[in-house]
T-cell receptor
Framework: AQSVSQHNHHVILSEAASLELGCNYS??????LFWYVQYPGQHLQLLLK??????LVKGIKGFEAEFIKSKFSFNLRKPSVQWSDTAEYFC?????????????FGKGTKLSVIP | KAGVTQTPRYLIKTRGQQVTLSCSPI?????VSWYQQTPGQGLQFLFE???????NKGNFPGRFSGRQFSNSRSEMNVSTLELGDSALYLC????????????FGPGTRLTVL
C-alpha cells in the first residue's frame, strides 16, 4: 500500500520568505503526484501535478515542485510567499498503473504567512 | 461550468442513526470519488464510482456504502452512526482522459452527537 509523509505539520513564515514543503511517498511502482491546497473555508484545489517528463513542474500562483525519483520525494516550493498563501497544503499520490484514480494523501501542512 | 455540488452542507445526527449524503459531479464527468477528512486521520479514500459501478473501495467498515446513478450523481450512506464518523465528507469529480484531474466539492460537515 502507498503512504505519503509530509514532514512539517505547521510552518510559519514572514511575507517574502521562501517556502519549501517536504513530501515523501512510499511505493515501488510508477506514480502520479499532486499538490492540493485548501484555503480557509474553501474547497481543495489542485496546485500542480506530475505524471511524467520534466521532473520540475510549475503550477498556479507561482508554485513549483520537483520530483526526485531516487528519493521518492515531491517537494513544493515558492520563492516568495504572500499573506494570501496562508492555507493547508496536501501532497497526494496515485498508482498510475491501477485502474482506479484513488489518491493517497499526506496529513497536510498548515502554512501561516505573517504580513 | 458549475462545480461539484454536495448536499447537505451541514448535518447533525445522533449515534445509531443513519445518514445519506449526495454529490452531483461536474457536467460530463462520469467518475466520482468520496473521501473522509478528519483532523486526526487526514483525507482518507472511501469509494470510487464510474458509470454506476464501484471501481474501488477504501478500508472502511461495511456501515459505509455508496452508489452512483445513471446521471452520474452519487450518494453515500453511513448506517449506525458512531461518534468517530464526525468528519468532513468530500466528493471529487474526475475529468478523465489525459487530464486526470479530480475536482473537489465543498464537502458535507457531519457531526455525530
Amino acid at each position: 500500500a502507498q503512504s505519503v509523509s509530509q514532514h512539517n505539520h505547521h510552518v510559519i513564515l514572514s511575507e517574502a520568505a521562501s517556502l519549501e514543503l517536504g513530501c515523501n511517498y512510499s511505493y515501488g511502482g510508477t506514480v502520479n503526484l499532486f499538490w492540493y491546497v485548501q484555503y480557509p473555508g474553501q474547497h481543495l484545489q489542485l496546485l500542480l501535478k506530475y505524471f511524467s517528463g520534466d521532473p520540475l513542474v510549475k503550477g498556479i500562483k507561482g508554485f513549483e515542485a520537483e520530483f526526485i525519483k531516487s528519493k521518492f520525494s515531491f517537494n513544493l516550493r515558492k520563492p516568495s510567499v504572500q499573506w494570501s498563501d496562508t492555507a493547508e497544503y496536501f501532497c497526494a499520490v496515485r498508482d498510475s498503473g491501477a485502474g482506479s484514480y484513488q489518491l493517497t494523501f499526506g496529513k497536510g501542512t498548515k502554512l501561516s504567512v505573517i504580513p | 461550468k458549475a462545480g461539484v455540488t454536495q448536499t447537505p452542507r451541514y448535518l447533525i445526527k445522533t449515534r445509531g442513526q443513519q445518514v445519506t449524503l449526495s454529490c452531483s459531479p461536474i457536467s460530463g464527468h462520469r467518475s466520482v470519488s468520496w473521501y473522509q477528512q478528519t483532523p486526526g486521520q487526514g483525507l482518507q479514500f472511501l469509494f470510487e464510482y464510474f458509470s454506476e459501478t464501484q471501481r474501488n473501495k477504501g478500508n472502511f467498515p461495511g456501515r459505509f456504502s455508496g452508489r452512483q446513478f445513471s446521471n452520474s450523481r452519487s450518494e453515500m450512506n453511513v448506517s449506525t452512526l458512531e461518534l468517530g464518523d464526525s468528519a468532513l465528507y468530500l466528493c471529487a469529480s474526475l475529468s478523465g482522459g489525459s487530464a486526470n484531474e479530480q475536482f473537489f466539492g465543498p464537502g458535507t460537515r457531519l457531526t455525530v452527537l
